[in-house]
């Protein structure tokens, strides 16, 4: 049976066929379709953690209790996981375990380029790296195999292209006669006391060793031999451009691309007369065909930032471009939030405020462009409490009056708590507003522990945010609409002012939620144009729905489009010539 399937939902499929009973991951573009996928097959347990080390300490746990467990995350969530899987590798494994790492070139939607390529050969365990969803689907079967067979984790990396990318699969059937999980005691194996350790630390070297040795003769390390005057060392997605751009070239295409297979490398090698490495950011491969004695050529050709795409090879390599057909440029479509979205108006009042605003990981991070222009730091998940905290320590007392953090409902439950535990403890005088509108709305609209429902759609305990924050030791907190400007203004101000930790929660569901009666939207507004003058203060929202028409002389009004406006309200009470209201 073959269907069409994107990498992500063949990643799923194999999990499937390899008999998976534990799946778990943090939701992350481009790896979040794998686990919304899993659920349809019912054998598998599949939840979303809070973060990615819970995720893959979950995994760990199903593995150490014999069964096989998938990890899902993106590839920044690698480094929320490192502790664990760090560990993971000196340990091993009972049931198979396999960590997909989803890497974003081109920073499509993160915020860096890294190449967890690398985190394999860091942490000393295999890598596999599919080309198409074909691959994806068998390369997860394969993961588990090996690493039941090894001893070890396997990471799968995938890219946004082949996450995303679809193409056709051929279906099996689940593998039959796996042992059935149960307790086995061996604490000398499981238990990473110093001793047992360094007793482990040996097997890891000589598992990475046995590992490159068994890869030469491995059928996703493949040799194909064509015109042997170009040769192309190559992996994933880029094999896929390397064939397009270069059909006549010898390849060799490496499926696990950690540890390298040093002697079929030498043999490919030795079989072309130049020899090339085409490869997405870091000179991973090449640095290490370079180490072997080999001369070969990749970034000085090959840029080592960005997405590769079959336009920079064929320039790369001097090819000339296919002739296309010439089409109407689309207009720019910058990243925004949607209309009625509750965070909207608190990053209007924040930029009233003139606040500094150290920002996080969400919809919410799009405060920073323009016309709300209301963000100025974004590091990583949870950053944002600690940057306010140590911001703080440094200004005078009126300077730090206008620190505020922000940070949403599910990256506060992923890594903000201790943040705030820190700030509190340490007697940090800023403000933080955690944004809740009750899901994880920028990666899909996920559930998280605060949502109420798990992954599988059950109702469950609802963690209390208020209760929460109080718990950890903050004596101020407040819940304000968000859609409530004139209070929200007042509430940010005395919190503020505040020489003390305080907390401010925004409650309002995200206008996408695809619960039903969670979100209602009310009656689209209208422009009164008699009324409006032209003034432009509704743009500084920033609301797609608020659309401005040009008129003579260069004079124009703003107008709305019914089909966007959720009536939030938030524009008519910007209006102080009261020209935006409900429909008459």
């Keep these: 049976m073959k269907e069409i ?29 794998i686990l919304e996928n899993i659920i349809q097959y019912k054998e598998i347990d599949a939840s979303w953690a809070p973060n990615e080390k819970v995720a893959l300490e979950v995994g760990i746990g199903a593995s150490f209790g014999g069964g096989r467990a998938l990890v899902t995350m993106k590839h920044v969530g690698v480094n929320v996981a490192a502790d664990p899987l760090f560990t993971l590798s000196y340990t091993g494994v009972r049931g198979g ?52 067979q090894f001893d070890t984790p396997v990471m799968l990396r995938t890219t946004t292209r082949t996450s995303h990318g679809k193409s056709v699969v051929t279906l099996a059937e689940p593998v039959t006669g796996l042992p059935a999980p149960r307790l086995e005691r061996n ?15 040996p097997f890891v070297e000589e598992r990475t060793i046995k590992m490159g040795e068994f890869g030469n003769d491995l059928a996703v390390n493949r040799l194909e031999l064509r015109d042997t005057t170009t040769g192309v060392i190559t992996a994933g997605i880029s094999y896929q451009y390397v064939r397009e751009v270069l059909p006549e070239a010898s390849v060799l295409k490496l499926g696990m691309v950690w540890p390298l297979p040093q002697k079929l490398i030498r043999e490919f090698a030795g079989k072309v007369q130049k020899l ?17 004695g080999i001369a070969v050529i ?32 689309l207009p720019g479509r910058p990243p925004n939030m949607c209309a009625g979205c509750p965070h909207r108006g608190i990053f209007y009042t924040l930029n009233q405020l003139k606040a500094y605003v150290t920002g996080d990981i969400g919809c919410y991070t799009l405060g920073f462009f323009p016309p709300l222009n209301a963000m100025d730091t974004c590091v990583c998940m949870g950053a944002s409490i600690g940057n306010a905290t140590g911001i703080t ?16 409902d599910s990256t506060f439950l992923h890594s903000g708590i201790t943040g705030l535990l820190d700030m509190v403890y340490n007697k940090a005088p800023a403000t933080l507003i955690i944004l809740d509108n009750r899901i994880t709305a920028m990666t899909g609209r996920q559930e998280n522990p605060a949502s ?42 005395e919190e503020m002012a505040r020489p003390e930790p305080s907390v401010v929660i925004t409650q309002r569901p995200c206008v996408l939620i695809k619960r039903a009666g969670v979100f209602e939207s009310g009656e689209p507004l209208e422009v009164k144009i008699e009324l409006c003058s032209g003034c432009k203060a509704c743009m500084k929202l920033g609301c797609p729905a608020i659309v401005w028409q040009a008129g003579e002389g260069g004079k124009g009004k703003a107008t709305i489009d019914p089909l966007l406006c959720t009536g939030c309200n938030v524009c008519e009470q910007v209006c102080k010539l009261s020209a935006i209201g409900e429909k008459q």
């Design 298 to 329: 990749g970034k000085e050709i090959i840029p080592i930032c960005g997405e590769l795409t079959p336009g920079i090879l064929r320039r790369a390599f001097n090819r000339p471009e296919p002739a296309v057909t010439t089409v109407e440029k």
């Design 97 to 148: 375990l396999v960590l997909v790492t989803a890497d974003d070139p081109e920073m499509h939607s993160s915020q860096n380029e890294q190449d967890n390529r690398n985190y394999a050969k860091f942490a000393k365990v295999p890598m596999l790296e599919p080309a198409d969803s074909q691959e994806c689907k068998d390369f997860t079967r394969l993961a588990f195999e090996l690493s039941e």
């Design 276 to 292: 090339y490495v085409v490869e997405e950011l870091d000179p991973f491969i090449e640095e290490q065909v370079r180490a072997m």
């Design 393 to 408: 320590k440094v200004l005078s007392a009126e300077e730090r009056q206008k620190v505020v953090a922000v940070i949403g």
């Design 187 to 201: 604490a000398a194996k499981l238990v990473m006391l110093p001793a047992n350790a360094r007793r482990r630390h």
């Design 452 to 493: 109420g429902f798990t992954l599988m759609g059950e109702e469950t305990f609802q963690v209390d945010l208020p209760q929460l924050v109080k718990t950890l030791g903050v004596r101020h907190v407040q819940i304000v609409d968000p859609y409530d400007l004139a209070e929200s203004k007042r509430i940010l101000q």
């Design 5 to 33: 399937l994107s990498g992500n939902e063949a990643i799923a499929r194999g999990a499937y066929e390899a008999g998976v009973r534990v799946a778990s991951a943090y939701p992350g573009t481009p790896s979040t379709e």
